[in-house]
C-alpha cells in the first residue's frame, strides 16, 4: 500500500520548484546568454590615444588579453590589427559596458592629500511661465507698449539685476571668509552669471552642504533667482603618491551581513617601498583629507589624524563603498594586471556574427530536433505507459537544468551545449535502467506497484555510482580544464545532482500513484500475461 498523500505532496512541490525556474528562465532570448560561436556579440575597437612605441602597444595588448581571461567570459576574443588596433570581440551579456570600461582603462590608482576645494558657481535665471489662454485674452487689447515690454522677458528667462548678483555673491564670499579666513579664499568671475572660488583647507563634504544651505537660503528671499547651480566640484591636491606598480596583492572583499557600513570593498597590499612612502605622506599632512584616486575618479576620501596614522609600517589601503561585488571584483581584475602604459578611447562598437556560420549551426539545431524527437518517440514506443511518465520527467529536468545554468550566468557555448547533451544521455540511460528493473520484476510475476518500488530501490546504487563518477570527472575538468572545458562540465556536474533528484522524487512519486493505469497498459504486449 503505498502513501498516496506524500507521493502527492512530492509531486506537488516539484511542480512548484519547475514553475519557479520556468519564470526565471522566461523569455530565454533574454535570460540565456549565448556565446560567440552560436548568437554572435559585439567587437570593441581600441585605438590609442596617442603616438605610441610597439613596446607599449604589445604590452598594453597582452595586460588587456590578461584582463579578459581573468573576467572569465567564455568565447571571448583578443587580437591586434596592424594599424595598433586592439580588436576585442565578446559575446552578448547584461553588463557589458562596465565590462568594456575594465578592458580599456588604465587602471592608475593614486593617493593625493586634499588641499582644498574649486568649487564653480552659476547663477540660473528664473523661466517666465508660459501665460493661460484666460490671460492671454485679457492680455490681447493691451498698448504695443506693455508688448515691447514683455519681449524683453521670454525665452531667454527673467533678467537678474547685476545689483542683486553682486550682493549675493559678496554674501556667499562673506560667509566662507568667515569659515576659512580671506587668506583661503580665491575669486575669479568667469561672465555675468558664472564665478569660481578656490577654497583652501575646506573639506569635501561639509562644504557642499554649507553651499547647499547657503544657496537655499538665498532662494527663499528672492523672487527671480530660481537657484544658483553647482558647475564644478573638484578636490585641490597636493601632495601624490603612484600606488600603481607597487601592490603586492588585491582582493575584493563582499559587504557584511548585518553590519550597513560594511559595505563592498577592494584590500590594496602595498610593498615595503610604498608602505614607508604612505607612512611618510600621512606624517606631513596631519590634518587634511588622503584621497584615493582611479583613472582620475575621486572613490574615497579619510581625514589625516595621529590617531590614523599606524605605529607599524602601513601596507594595507581599502578602496569602501563599491556598490556590488561584481564591480569589487573587477577593480580587483584591473588592477592585479597593471597599469596601462597607455590611454585607449572606443573607436568603434560592431555586431558580429557567430563565428560557427549560420548554415552550421541551423543544420545543427535540427539534428537536435530531430535527435531529441527520436529519443521520446522511442521511450513511447518501448515503455509506453513508463515511456510517457518519463518523457515529462525529461522536460522538467531540462527546464530545471537550463534555469540552474543561467543562475550561475553561465555563456552557452557549442561546448556548454555538449555537457547538456551528455547531462540528458545519462539521465535516459538512468531512467532505462530503471525500467529494465521494473520489467525484470514483472515478469517474475511481481504487481505493478510492488515491481516499480523494487526497481527503484535495485537500481538505486549503480544510478548512483554512474552520477557520482561523471559529477567527481565533471568537477576535476572543471578545476583543471580551459575555459572551454569548463563550460562543458558545468552542466554535466549540475545534470548529474538533477538526475538523481528527479528520478528518485518526481518520477517515482508519478509512477506509484499511476500505478493502477500503468496495470492497465503494460511495458509491452508481450508482457500483458505477467502483470496481475
Known amino acids: 500500500m503505498i502513501n498516496r498523500f506524500w507521493h502527492i505532496t512530492i509531486i506537488i512541490l516539484f511542480l512548484i520548484m519547475v514553475a519557479g525556474a520556468l519564470y526565471l528562465i522566461y523569455p530565454p532570448d533574454k535570460k540565456i546568454n549565448t556565446g560567440l560561436d552560436l548568437s554572435g556579440g559585439i567587437q570593441i575597437i581600441l585605438s590609442p590615444e596617442e603616438e605610441i612605441s610597439e613596446d607599449s602597444i604589445r604590452e598594453a595588448f597582452l595586460m588587456i588579453k590578461d584582463r579578459v581571461k581573468r573576467l572569465k567570459i567564455v568565447e571571448s576574443r583578443v587580437t591586434m590589427d596592424e594599424s595598433k588596433r586592439i580588436l576585442v570581440q565578446l559575446p552578448k551579456i547584461d553588463n557589458l559596458e562596465s565590462i568594456i570600461s575594465i578592458i580599456k582603462n588604465r587602471g592608475y590608482l593614486e593617493l593625493k592629500i586634499v588641499k582644498g576645494i574649486d568649487v564653480g558657481l552659476?547663477?540660473?535665471?528664473?523661466?517666465?511661465?508660459?501665460?493661460?489662454?484666460?490671460?492671454?485674452?485679457?492680455?490681447?487689447?493691451?498698448?504695443e507698449e506693455t508688448k515691447d515690454k514683455d519681449k524683453k522677458t521670454t525665452d531667454e528667462g527673467v533678467k537678474i539685476s547685476p545689483e542683486e548678483i553682486e550682493q549675493t555673491t559678496l554674501m556667499i564670499l562673506e560667509k566662507f571668509k568667515e569659515q576659512l579666513g580671506e587668506e583661503n579664499i580665491e575669486y575669479e568671475k568667469i561672465s555675468d552669471l558664472e564665478f569660481n572660488l578656490k577654497l583652501k583647507g575646506a573639506n569635501l563634504q561639509n562644504t557642499y552642504i554649507a553651499i547647499l544651505q547657503l544657496t537655499m537660503g538665498e532662494i527663499s528671499e528672492s523672487e527671480t533667482i530660481e537657484r544658483i547651480e553647482i558647475t564644478k566640484y573638484d578636490p585641490i591636491y597636493g601632495d601624490t603618491v603612484a600606488i600603481s606598480g607597487h601592490l603586492k596583492d588585491v582582493k575584493p572583499?563582499?559587504?557584511?551581513r548585518g553590519y550597513?557600513?560594511?559595505?563592498?570593498?577592494?584590500?590594496?597590499?602595498?610593498?615595503e617601498e610604498l608602505q614607508k612612502r604612505f607612512k611618510s605622506l600621512l606624517e606631513q599632512n596631519i590634518g587634511d583629507d588622503l584621497s584615493i584616486v582611479l583613472d582620475g575618479a575621486f572613490r574615497t576620501i579619510t581625514d589625516i589624524s595621529e590617531e590614523t596614522i599606524p605605529d607599524e609600517e602601513a601596507n594595507l589601503i581599502y578602496i569602501p563603498n563599491i556598490e556590488t561585488f561584481e564591480e569589487a571584483e573587477n577593480i580587483s581584475i584591473m588592477l592585479q594586471t597593471g597599469t596601462l602604459p597607455i590611454n585607449f578611447k572606443v573607436d568603434n562598437k560592431v555586431d558580429v556574427g557567430p563565428t560557427l556560420g549560420e548554415d552550421i549551426i541551423y543544420k545543427s539545431l535540427i539534428a537536435i530536433y530531430v535527435g531529441f524527437a527520436l529519443v521520446l518517440i522511442s521511450m513511447l514506443i518501448y515503455y509506453r505507459s513508463l515511456g510517457l511518465v518519463s518523457v515529462i520527467s525529461l522536460i522538467m529536468f531540462l527546464i530545471l537544468l537550463f534555469s540552474i545554468v543561467t543562475l550561475t550566468k553561465v555563456v552557452l557555448t557549442i561546448y556548454s551545449f555538449s555537457g547538456i547533451f551528455l547531462a540528458v544521455g545519462v539521465y535516459v540511460f538512468s531512467n532505462i535502467l530503471i525500467y529494465e528493473k521494473v520489467k525484470e520484476e514483472l515478469k517474475k510475476g511481481r504487481s505493478i506497484t510492488t515491481s516499480i518500488d523494487f526497481g527503484f530501490k535495485n537500481s538505486l546504487n549503480d544510478i548512483?555510482?554512474?552520477?557520482?563518477?561523471?559529477?567527481?570527472?565533471?568537477?576535476?575538468?572543471?578545476?583543471?580544464?580551459?575555459k572551454q572545458l569548463k563550460g562543458l562540465s558545468l552542466p554535466a556536474i549540475i545534470g548529474s545532482i538533477l538526475t538523481i533528484i528527479t528520478l528518485f522524487t518526481f518520477t517515482r512519486s508519478s509512477l506509484l500513484l499511476s500505478s493502477g493505469f500503468l496495470q492497465k497498459y503494460s511495458l509491452k504486449p508481450f508482457l500483458r500475461k505477467n502483470v496481475s
Open 260 to 271: 550597513q557600513e560594511m559595505k563592498n570593498s577592494v584590500i590594496l597590499n602595498l610593498d
Open 253 to 256: 572583499i563582499p559587504a557584511q
Open 464 to 482: 548512483f555510482y554512474i552520477n557520482m563518477s561523471i559529477f567527481v570527472i565533471a568537477l576535476v575538468v572543471n578545476y583543471f580544464g580551459t
Open 122 to 143: 552659476k547663477y540660473i535665471e528664473k523661466k517666465e511661465e508660459e501665460p493661460s489662454k484666460a490671460e492671454e485674452e485679457e492680455s490681447s487689447g493691451a498698448e
